[in-house]
């Protein structure tokens, strides 16, 4: 297991305020807790985190490149297999 403590820009629903925005609407924060096996890196990027609560703590897995989930959503659209909708604005 790690824990990585990731920004945010967006934040599109959370169940409990594991994710705090900074004062003046500025970037969301929070610490998100992943396995080994996602080798996590630090540096920059577009990602798509989803995940579970477990006990209060955020969990995913590993997240894909947000242009790669974009790719396939919209691909998925097109063909209607799309089991939930996203703004993505």
Known sequence: MSQVDVS????????????QQEEGGGEWRGPIRTLLQCKVKKGGG?????????????????????K????VYQAARERGANPCEFELN
Do not use: S
């Not at 945010?8 to 994710?19: A, E, H, L």
């Not at 577009?46 to 947000?66: I, K, M, Q, S, V």
């Not at 790669?68 to 790719?71: N, P, V």
């Open 8 to 19: 945010v820009q967006k934040v599109y629903r959370q169940k409990n305020r594991i994710f």
């Open 46 to 66: 577009d990602f798509l985190f989803t995940g579970n609560e477990h006990f209060g703590e955020a969990w995913l897995g590993c997240a894909p490149r947000f």
């Open 68 to 71: 790669d989930f974009m790719l």
